[in-house]
């Protein structure tokens, strides 16, 4: 006979008692516990959460919470008001924040995905360059999220070293080993192909040293692991051209795919803009996204401008308009 499981108790449903203080702080504290309540429910906190977020300690929490605190309560309930105010304050201007569309297969991120699956099924290497804001982080973590043995490791200064490295990959991909010099064959295993085509994306490789890199390189050799190293041009100087140096002979061969974007095409600003389904203006705000995209940040930046101007457009209750967007550049500062 299957045992049906009782559902889990509401933590925030306890037994208390009305505090001794004069009947208008009684009153407020009412208030403040239904609203603490209903605000913890709606975002699903737990007490530590909550007292983490509103700065009150949690046995001072729990004890004003049942009624059971000695201290002043008028004290507490001012600072978790105050908390609540912003909490509110906060939820009502996400609330007028459109929401961007999710990832967005533009041409570009089909050209890098077609990067990653050819290193995955070969497997090879692979460097993939891309300039801020194309959508090389986007279109990384679709990939590895989708497709099974793919795992996407970004990189850090702090972790440029051989060791750095294989400790940071040992932590993505949860191995524990306790001595270091086991550790590079640990990952591999773990890495290791048979027959599942998998793929080590390395996002901000540049960061890594030539020694860490040449680690990599072990991976594939030993492991069948497909590799691909995605940065910014620095990356592409060192190992996206032709004419590398005699230290990197080792590699040069195992380069399987070179890809290299510094600008998003005109396709990836109006594949962005389809998703965003606009209502109005939408000729004259294609035009003056294609000029936002040539900026620094690219797409990045496209998407920022129309938040903001999508914003103003839901403030007043009608479509997003070019006026809209023209404002929203306004006040980040920036000019067309």
């Known amino acids: 006979m299957t045992e049906i499981s009782p559902p ?3 933590s925030w449903a306890v037994a208390y008692v009305d505090p001794v203080i004069a009947p208008e702080e009684l009153d407020r504290w009412h208030r403040l516990r239904s609203s603490l309540i209903d605000t913890a429910k709606r975002f699903g906190w737990s007490k530590s959460e909550v007292s983490k977020r509103s700065g009150v300690p949690a046995g001072t929490l729990w004890q004003w919470f049942d009624g059971s605190y000695r201290g002043v309560i008028r004290n507490v309930s001012d600072r978790l008001a105050r908390w609540l105010d912003s909490v509110a304050e906060m939820t009502a201007t996400a609330a007028r924040v459109p929401v961007a569309p999710g990832f967005v297969m533009t041409p570009t991120a089909r050209e890098m995905t077609d990067a990653l699956i050819f290193a995955q099924a070969m497997p090879e290497i692979v460097v993939i360059t891309t ?10 973590r679709e990939f590895c999220r989708t497709r099974a043995h793919a795992d996407l490791v970004t990189m850090r200064p702090t972790t440029s070293s051989v060791h750095g490295m294989l400790l940071e990959l040992g932590l ?41 890199v040449n680690q990599l390189r072990y991976f594939l050799d030993d492991y069948g692991v497909g590799i691909a190293l995605i940065g910014n041009e620095e990356l592409y100087g060192r190992f996206g051209g032709n004419d590398l140096k005699p230290a990197y002979a080792q590699l040069q061969s195992r380069f399987g795919l070179r890809f290299r974007r510094m600008q998003p095409l005109r396709e990836d600003v109006d594949a962005l803009l389809d998703a965003w389904n606009l209502d109005a203006d939408v000729e004259d705000i294609r035009r003056l996204c294609q000029a936002i995209a040539r900026k620094p940040g690219a797409l990045r930046l496209v998407t920022k401008t129309l938040q903001l101007a999508g914003m103003y457009a839901l403030g007043n209750q009608r479509p997003m308009t070019v006026a809209d967007v023209k404002h929203a550049l306004t006040n980040r500062g920036l000019e067309i």
């Open 131 to 140: 300039g801020a804001g194309v959508g090389k982080t986007h279109t990384l």
């Open 8 to 10: 889990p108790a509401d």
């Open 172 to 212: 993505a991909l949860d191995v524990t080993e306790r001595n270091p010099a086991k550790l590079d064959r640990t990952i591999g295993n773990k890495l290791r192909r048979n027959g599942r085509h998998t793929l080590l994306a390395i996002d901000e490789a540049q960061n890594l040293t030539d020694q860490a």
